[in-house]
């Protein structure tokens, strides 16, 4: 038995969920999410509890029990308190200004990259060098950061670009260090 699959997710006061065959529902404070499930597998609402569990355990109902129990504890982790990746910008005049409902990037390119925010996403400044990202689906908040990341990684010389809050980058010994 899946050891994550087992385990019953908790709605929360003030979190609605709907089940109608293999589509989930949830409601709450921050939004609405709403997915679609592999119809094998079994969903219950009972108490307050929601419920996964799998009919087999041939080797594709083993993999699809632990991700829908985990999909669905993120739907209702985001509609209540919501998901947030943080970006920060390093290197000698990169910024981040607010442009819209989007960004603009100043990161070492003759011109200012512009980025747009999807729906569903928040892009918060916080300074000039500090982003948040925020939203209620863990996954569009996960792929936002990485596109933004990827106007300008960091690189292993002088570490300059935008890392994530917290990310290591290793550092590599230049030329003047390699010949001394």
Request: charged share 25%.
């Given at each position: ?12 006061d ?36 929601i ?17 829908t129990?985990?999909?669905i ?11 947030e990746k ?25 011109n ?19 982003l ?49």
């Amino acid at each position: 038995m899946s050891r994550v699959g087992k385990q019953p997710i908790p709605v929360p006061d003030g979190v609605t969920v709907s089940l109608e065959g293999t589509r989930v529902t949830v409601k709450g404070p921050k939004g609405e999410l709403s997915g679609s499930f592999d119809p094998e597998l079994a969903i219950a609402l009972e108490d307050g509890v929601i419920n996964v569990s799998r009919p087999t355990d041939q080797p594709r109902h083993r993999s699809l029990h632990g991700l829908t129990r985990t999909l669905i504890a993120n739907m209702v982790q985001g509609v209540t308190d919501g998901f947030e990746k943080t970006l920060e910008i390093h290197g000698v005049g990169y910024r981040v200004l607010k442009k819209g409902s989007g960004i603009e990037l100043s990161v070492g390119f003759s011109n200012p990259v512009a980025f747009a925010a999807p729906e569903g996403v928040e892009l918060v400044i916080e300074s000039p060098t500090l982003l948040h990202v925020r939203g209620t689906d863990k996954q569009q908040v996960g792929e936002t950061a990485a596109r933004i990341r990827k106007v300008r990684p960091p690189e292993p010389y002088k570490g300059k670009g935008i890392r994530y809050r917290g990310e290591h980058v290793r550092r590599k010994a230049g030329k003047a260090a390699a010949s001394a």
